[in-house]
């Protein structure tokens, strides 16, 4: 059974950063995609970046050139480190892992984490 646990959300004033991580268990991480998803309270599960296990990336527009996906395959930890914050960033992160379809939809991923609340004050 994999496990996903993410950790690192937080209160964080606009323009600053954060560094969220996922740890897995369960199955062999470096051979696994992971990737970062987000959710705002009344609106739908939004991609925000992937890795692959072969470590190429994909981010959405949104947070291109602010945000910054990687993974430590000899920590089985996924991380996405978050500069320049902005209000419309707020929301819960997911991790997922073993894409199955396409990576930038929810559908597309078998196994969830809890989520991390990121909040960011204006």
């Known amino acids: 059974q994999v496990q996903l646990v993410e950790s690192g959300g937080g209160l964080v004033q606009a323009g600053g950063s954060l560094r969220l991580s996922c740890a897995a268990s369960?199955?062999?991480?470096?051979?696994?995609?992971m990737g970062w998803f987000r959710q705002a309270p009344g609106k739908e599960r939004e991609f925000v970046a992937s890795?692959?296990?072969?470590?190429?990336?994909i981010y959405a527009d949104s947070v291109k050139g602010r945000f910054a996906i990687s993974r430590d395959n000899a920590k089985n930890t996924m991380y996405l480190q978050m500069n320049s914050l902005k209000p419309d960033d707020a929301a819960v992160y997911y991790c997922?892992?073993?894409?199955?379809?396409?990576?930038?939809?929810?559908?597309?991923?078998?196994?969830w984490g809890q989520g991390t609340q990121v909040t960011v004050s204006s």
């Open positions: 369960g199955r062999t991480f470096s051979r696994s995609d």
């Open positions: 890795i692959y296990w072969t470590g190429g990336r």
């Open positions: 997922a892992s073993d894409s199955t379809q396409s990576v930038t939809t929810p559908t597309g991923w078998v196994y």
